[in-house]
């Protein structure tokens, strides 16, 4: 191996380690002494430095760890207020499905039809306005229904529910063994 695969090395493992590193464990890794090993993170140190780039190596007791550099701390924090992506877990996207597929419906029809308490999966999906409150089952209790809104739409490229892609009877069939499956599967736990 050459020098610079070396050092391409020494970059993968403390990028991905995330925290500091033993220069023994970096010199195993490597398969060469602990004195080579130092050398090579010397020369790569000096290489970030002359590069004037915005990451580093430093030494913390014997030990390596890549870090930014203290004067990229103002662009971290203004990247780190800006507001995130929203991430939709499985259960979000299963809610959501319920909701787009049925609605109008209520949190007691999702809750039936998913198994397990959906309030925060709603609330979730309304602060992400993917979701609304439409208003009020003329029932015993006058339910909020819910459905979907415009973001929703926006979001998965369609331009009414009626775009929404339909399910084979095989596949909604096959959909049902599994919610059984799994909820037999936890009645045995």
Same mark, same amino acid.
């Given at each position: 191996?050459? !020098? ?40 790569? @140190? ?15 007791d014997g030990a390596y ?16 207020? @800006?507001?995130?992506?929203? *991430?939709? !877990? ?12 049925? @609605? ?26 993917? *979701? ?50 799994? *909820?037999?599967?936890?009645? @045995? *736990?």
């Amino acid at each position: 191996m050459e !020098t610079t695969n070396y050092e391409a090395v020494v970059e993968a493992i403390l990028f991905t380690m995330g925290e500091s590193v033993e220069l023994e464990r970096i010199a195993k890794a490597l398969e060469l002494e602990t004195a080579q090993t130092k050398e090579i993170i010397t020369r790569l @140190q000096e290489k970030y430095q002359q590069e004037n780039r915005g990451i580093q190596i430093i030494e913390l007791d014997g030990a390596y760890q890549m870090c930014t550099k203290n004067e990229m701390y103002e662009y971290l924090i203004r990247i780190a207020k @800006q507001p995130r992506k929203r *991430v939709l !877990t499985d259960v979000l996207l299963e809610t959501l499905s319920i909701i787009a597929y049925k @609605q109008p419906i209520t949190k007691a029809e999702i809750e039936k039809i998913r198994g397990v308490s959906s309030d925060h999966a709603v609330n979730k999906l309304v602060e992400y306005d993917l *979701v609304m409150e439409l208003g009020r089952l003329d029932a015993p209790g006058r339910p909020m229904l819910f459905g979907t809104t415009e973001e929703f739409l926006r979001s998965f490229g369609v331009q009414s529910i009626e775009e929404l892609p339909m399910l084979n009877p095989e596949q909604v069939e096959e959909f049902k063994q599994q919610a059984e499956e799994e *909820v037999q599967m936890k009645l @045995q *736990v």
